[in-house]
């Protein structure tokens, strides 16, 4: 059983930045493609980012192009998820996610294992 642990999140005031880290427990981590939801209160869980197994292809929400940067350094068994010119609807519990599959896909459901979810918080 895959185990992800997030870590990075926090107040931040509306332009500043965060960078949110996944630790992954399992050695196959390199085979696998990851991604990042987020999930307001109220509402559902949705896509940010993803990125494929060598880290050659990435994916965003059009709202977070250009503002966050997703990375992973397989050494480390570890995800990243760089956020730039933070915003106040940016707001949410962020996720990490992994599938048992090297691309990556928006979908929530194509996702097999979850973390406990970090809170980001920006204020206006």
């Known amino acids: 059983q895959v185990q992800l642990v997030e870590s990075g999140g926090g107040l931040v005031q509306a332009g500043g930045s965060l960078r949110l880290s996944c630790a992954a427990t399992?050695?196959?981590?390199?085979?696998?493609?990851m991604g990042w939801f987020h999930q307001a209160p109220g509402k559902e869980r949705t896509f940010v980012a993803a990125i494929n197994w060598s880290g050659g292809t990435t994916e965003y929400v059009s709202s977070v192009k250009g503002r966050f940067t997703i990375s992973r350094d397989n050494a480390k068994n570890t995800v990243y998820l760089q956020m730039n010119n933070l915003k106040p609807e940016d707001t949410a519990v962020y996720y990490c996610a992994g599938r048992r599959d090297p691309s990556g896909s928006s979908y929530v459901y194509d996702y097999d294992y979850w973390g406990q979810g970090t809170q980001v918080t920006v204020s206006s």
């Open positions: 399992r050695h196959t981590f390199g085979n696998s493609a």
